[in-house]
């Protein structure tokens, strides 16, 4: 079965403190990761696929295929990063399979 | 140019009635996706069309859901004989092309559909 899991529905930091957003995910054969992002009142959007291998607002995020995960990290959380975020495998029928879902509260 | 455009926004229906959301791509977009998304959980994948024909509706929960794209442009996704499992939001994406690592898919603002 092709499976994304956050473990984490809440992650809280301080601001200046690094983050690290779980995903893991469950697929035969060559995955296609991304993280979408969903900020307050917008709608979701794309933030960073495996396959550019880029720093998109400092995040980035490395395909671990022993470990079957694509976790997003980022140095030094900003408020502005207070958010939803999603991890999402495009699964083998040209459609996308997101997880549940984290919240990032940045603190103050 | 102009984004993902859902209607309406919200739809506010009784047990047992009958309900159309709409959905108008960016244009030139093939390809038109429709998820579910249920309180807490991410978005689910419901129906995909590539120009006028469902090139995969396997996300449809029953036959009380169906949707249409008939122009290759705006779809319906059509609800018959709502029940409260069906309160979600309903999005729908567009992409040039299925999506891939090299064909983004761009969200609307999602419609929020509540039965009572």
């Known amino acids: 079965a092709q499976r994304v899991t956050q473990p984490e529905k809440l992650l809280s930091v301080f601001k200046g403190a690094p983050v690290e957003l779980k995903c893991n995910y469950s697929y035969s054969g060559s995955p296609e990761l991304f993280w979408y992002v969903q900020y307050s009142r917008q709608r979701l959007q794309l933030l960073l696929r495996h396959i550019s291998r880029e720093s998109i607002k400092g995040f980035t995020a490395d395909l671990n295929k022993g470990e079957t995960s694509f976790h997003l990290k980022k140095p030094f959380a900003q408020e502005e990063d207070s958010a939803m975020y999603y991890c999402a495998l495009k699964s083998s029928g040209n459609k996308l399979v997101f997880g549940a879902g984290t919240i990032l509260r940045v603190k103050s | 140019g102009a984004g993902v455009s859902q209607t309406p926004s919200n739809k506010v229906t009784e047990k047992g009635k009958y309900v159309e959301l709409r959905c108008d791509p960016i244009?030139?977009?093939?390809?038109l996706y429709w998820y579910r998304q249920s309180l807490g959980q991410g978005p689910e994948f419901l129906i995909y069309f590539q120009g006028t024909g469902a090139a995969d509706d396997s996300g449809l929960p029953n036959d009380r859901f169906f949707a249409v794209r008939p122009e290759g442009s705006v779809s319906t996704l059509k609800i018959q004989r709502t029940e409260r499992g069906d309160s979600a939001v309903y999005l729908c994406a567009s992409s040039l092309g299925p999506v891939s690592s090299y064909n983004e898919q761009f969200f609307g603002p999602g419609t929020r559909l509540t039965v009572l």
């Open positions: 244009s030139g977009h093939t390809a």
